[in-house]
């Protein structure tokens, strides 16, 4: 007699571990208030006496650490707008400090060379900023590839000469412009309303984050996601390709523009070296430091860019670092050096940025759960 196989049945699968789901659960639920505890905890800081030695040089509320904080405020924000071009629409931009520059020289030069006050002069140096994007994109979108980004350098170039050679005696040359504080209101002048100052940066990383983010939610940030990964496809849609990159290339110039206003206010002034290549160079670092194409990764990656390009400079010449041998003290003593060791070792073990370190570590936590399977 032929014997009769039961048929194979499939194993269930692993049962997941109580704890696992609550725990998962639980951080779905949350997930979605942690931005606003974020939010919540940088207004309140200002308030705050804490003290924290090696991290920064005073409290918390002193108004050099608050000033600090702003500006890296400020690069979050750029950075986040910068990331509408790169990390969103797949735009390889080499000027995008032009705009930036923009926003701090147009705001400078309107209050100290015309008289302004801030109320007219930021509104003017914002849609100035916004109109220059709106131009130069209109001529660089016409090229693709590295031909655009070589186009959109020479831009960045060409401003930077024109400020350092002084143009029409209005920009200070290489000397830069100090801002006449006489066109400020009284809450934004004196170390006093330094926490003003980083209300205003936070304010502007707000809304930076808050129209990226509607614009990525949107129809056109689906059509821009769509030319970051294949151009063509849009195009045999029937969409015109190069009216959706100029709406976002003009768009991420006002958001630089803006940035630049409040900048301005910040440091009291302006100076050539926010004009130079160097400066996109080191947004682009932010964005792939923090996570391109993701909604919190270039806010990140901007602030502790900058905190680490401000801090390394009196780490490079601490105690701690002279005390050391000096095959070890000389590379340590340069922020750039740390900075690209910071950068390389970053993209090393986080591809993604540091926005995916969460899920990162909930992989590792995962796989050290005893029943896992692996």
């Known amino acids: 007699m032929t014997e009769v196989k039961s048929p194979e049945v499939p194993a269930p699968p692993a049962a997941v571990p109580g704890e696992l789901t609550e725990a998962t659960s639980r951080w779905g639920r949350l997930r979605p208030f942690l931005p606003l505890v974020a939010l919540a905890v940088a207004l309140l800081l200002p308030y705050s006496t804490l003290h924290l030695p090696g991290i920064f040089e005073g409290a918390l509320n002193s108004p050099g650490t608050l000033q600090l904080l702003a500006v890296c405020l400020v690069f979050g924000g750029l950075a986040a707008g910068y990331d509408l071009l790169f990390g969103r629409t797949g735009m390889l931009s080499f000027g995008h400090a032009l705009y930036f520059a923009a926003g701090v020289y147009g705001t400078d030069i309107l209050i100290t060379r015309f008289g302004l006050s801030l ?56 000397e830069g412009l100090p801002l006449d504080v006489a066109g400020l209101p009284d809450g934004l002048v004196g170390v006093a309303n330094t926490v003003n100052l980083y209300w205003l940066a936070l304010a502007y990383l707000a809304v930076v984050v808050l129209v990226v983010h509607r614009v990525s939610a949107s129809p056109t940030g689906r059509v821009l996601a769509g030319l970051r990964d294949d151009e ?25 523009a803006a940035g630049g206003v409040v900048y301005c206010l910040i440091v009291g002034g302006a100076s050539p070296h926010i004009t130079g290549s160097e400066l996109t160079l080191s947004l682009l670092v932010m964005v792939v430091l923090g996570g391109p194409g993701t909604r919190w990764g270039p806010v990140l990656g901007g602030i502790g860019y900058m905190y680490l390009d401000h801090r390394l400079v009196s780490f490079g010449t601490s105690d701690a670092v002279d005390a050391l041998p000096a095959f070890l003290s000389r590379p340590l003593s340069e922020p750039l050096f740390v900075l690209g060791t910071v950068f390389i070792l970053a993209v090393y073990f986080f591809p993604g940025g540091l926005a995916s370190l969460t899920s990162r570590l909930s992989l590792l936590r995962d796989s050290l759960r005893p029943g896992t399977r692996r």
């Open 119 to 174: 109320w007219q002069a930021a509104p003017l140096a914002i849609i100035g900023g916004t109109i220059l994007a709106g131009l130069l994109g209109a001529v660089a979108l016409r090229t693709v590839g590295i031909a655009f980004a070589m186009v959109t350098l020479a831009f960045a170039q060409v401003g930077a000469i024109l400020v350092a050679r002084d143009f029409g005696g209005l920009t200070g040359g290489e």
């Open 232 to 256: 063509r496809r849009i195009g045999v849609l029937g969409l015109d390709p190069y009216r959706f990159k100029l709406v976002a290339f003009t768009l991420a110039g006002g958001l630089a």
